[in-house]
């Protein structure tokens, strides 16, 4: 437990910095070799990385609609039902965000609009490796499903078997995928940037990943003619902002869903309250002792940290200068709170919205920007399916009422063939 108002501006920054993400220069050389084998080499170079990093005796690539059927009904009820559950959510909150078009007469004569339209094909990357992931599946296939994308390409790192989980083919199903392919890594990331002969590229590539996935949508995305990415979406992270109204056992359970993510997750937690700072570290070590995966969660609690604070306000400053995937508001009236923050992927306001509902169905979208990224980038949402454009229709009538000011900047600006384009349209037009 650390007392921020004690600690040095250096020692404060060392508390709240992120696990080191493994970005050195070696990485990124491994992600540019593999990036450039799969252009030169396709299919092969794709199916040879995944045979060494996943399943040696992978012979294919590409999943039939038949074999997805298959796969999708070795699922077990119960685990059906919760994913229809989770898809009702998060697409009654998705479809509430689709765009419309608007219609503007910004002058006499002169008609503006803005349109959208669905990206023709778009990549869906599932995480694999320590978890198998359906819901981010339907994080990202909710939205291209609702958005209408033509093609709806899924990828993701078979298991040593060279199968993908009937959970996430029957979300593959629900979701109308339309390509699902048994790949992961930077190679499944080159594949849908570059194309081979099995995948066409696609428009745009969504999905977190480790430290290799990150680094290769991240040079894909500079690539002359090269994709667009939704977020360089990387380890998961949370912090939770409490005072002593708060449930240590609920704020413990909270932290160690984030810290079992991953090695090199972070989770905080600051709190006026040294008494709930104390009973929480202690809860953590209890429910430490039934977790499956408390050595992943013990390694990730390593590089996190319990931080007292003066109050709430200085927690909630904290929070600013942070900027985390997750924050989570447990005190009381929580909800007259929020205002206070903005830099965040997504807040959990009061005692009894767990962080896990926002990963699963409450309804919003668990791909968000992490590692300080909240600043400058936003949640993914339906938005980022579509891609925007205008229109504009002039009259000659609306045209004579711009004249001057179109004249005037353009050879303000020393364009005078753009000047013209106005002026012979007005000398010469019937």
């Given at each position: 437990m650390?007392?921020?108002?004690l ?14 993400q493994?970005?050195?220069?070696s ?5 540019a070799?593999?990036?450039d084998a799969?252009a030169?080499?396709g299919d ?9 990093f996943d ?8 999943y039939s609609a038949?074999e997805?059927?298959?796969q ?13 559950k ?7 909150f ?8 608007i219609t503007v007469e ?5 008609v503006?609009t ?8 778009v ?6 490796g ?8 339907l994080m ?6 609702i958005?209408?994308?033509?093609r709806r ?8 078997n060279g ?11 629900k979701?109308g995928?339309?390509?699902v ?5 930077a190679?499944?990331?080159?594949a849908l940037?570059?194309?081979t ?6 428009a745009?590539?969504?999905?977190p990943?480790?430290?290799y996935v990150?680094?290769a949508?991240q040079?894909?995305?500079q ?7 939704d977020m360089?979406a990387?380890?998961s ?11 240590p056992?609920?704020v ?6 984030q810290?079992?993510?991953?090695v090199?997750s972070?989770?905080?937690l600051?709190?006026p309250?040294?008494?709930?700072l104390q009973?929480t570290?202690?809860a953590?070590e209890q ?5 499956p995966r ?9 590089s996190?940290a ?7 306000a ?26 206070q ?15 896990s509902g926002g ?11 992490t590692y300080?990224f ?10 980022d399916?579509?891609?925007r ?5 002039v ?19 020393g ?6 384009a106005?002026s012979?349209?007005?000398?010469e037009?019937s």
């Amino acid at each position: 437990m650390k007392q921020w108002n004690l600690l040095s501006s250096i020692e404060q920054q060392q508390l709240l910095a992120r696990p080191a993400q493994a970005q050195s220069a070696s990485l990124q050389q491994q992600v540019a070799a593999i990036i450039d084998a799969v252009a030169q080499n396709g299919d092969a170079a794709v199916l040879q990385y995944t045979q060494q990093f996943d399943c040696e005796s992978l012979r294919k690539l590409r999943y039939s609609a038949e074999e997805i059927a298959e796969q999708a009904a070795k699922l077990e009820p119960s685990v059906r039902a919760a994913i229809d559950k989770a898809y009702s959510t998060i697409a009654a909150f998705h479809q509430a965000q689709k765009p419309k078009d608007i219609t503007v007469e910004t002058a006499p004569g002169v008609v503006c609009t803005q349109r959208f339209a669905p990206l023709d094909a778009v990549g869906l990357y599932i995480p694999g490796g320590t978890a198998v992931l359906p819901s981010t599946a339907l994080m990202l296939g909710v939205p291209a499903q609702i958005a209408n994308n033509p093609r709806r390409v899924l990828v993701s790192p078979p298991d040593k078997n060279g199968e993908l989980s009937p959970a996430l083919m029957y979300v593959a199903q629900k979701c109308g995928i339309t390509e699902v392919y048994r790949c992961g890594g930077a190679q499944a990331i080159a594949a849908l940037a570059l194309g081979t002969e099995s995948i066409a590229p696609v428009a745009k590539i969504y999905g977190p990943g480790n430290s290799y996935v990150t680094a290769a949508k991240q040079q894909v995305a500079q690539l002359p003619g090269g994709p667009a990415i939704d977020m360089p979406a990387g380890p998961s992270e949370l912090l939770v902002i409490a005072d002593d109204s708060a449930n240590p056992s609920f704020v413990a359970a909270d932290l160690l869903s984030q810290a079992e993510h991953g090695v090199d997750s972070q989770v905080i937690l600051l709190s006026p309250s040294a008494k709930l700072l104390q009973a929480t570290a202690e809860a953590i070590e209890q429910q430490l002792a039934i977790l499956p995966r408390a050595a992943t969660a013990r390694q990730a609690l390593a590089s996190s940290a319990l931080i007292q604070t003066r109050d709430l306000a200085e927690a909630f400053a904290i929070s600013q200068r942070y900027a985390p995937e997750h924050l989570s508001l447990q005190f009381d009236k929580a909800d007259e709170a929020v205002e206070q923050v903005n830099l965040a992927g997504s807040v959990f306001i009061g005692h009894f919205t767990p962080e896990s509902g926002g990963d699963y169905a409450t309804g919003t979208n668990h791909v968000l920007p992490t590692y300080g990224f909240a600043r400058n980038y936003s949640s993914l949402g339906l938005l980022d399916f579509y891609r925007r454009f205008t229109t504009q229709q002039v009259s000659k009538a609306g045209l004579s009422e711009l004249a001057d000011a179109i004249i005037t900047l353009a050879e303000t600006e020393g364009l005078r063939a753009h000047a013209r384009a106005v002026s012979i349209r007005l000398e010469e037009g019937s």
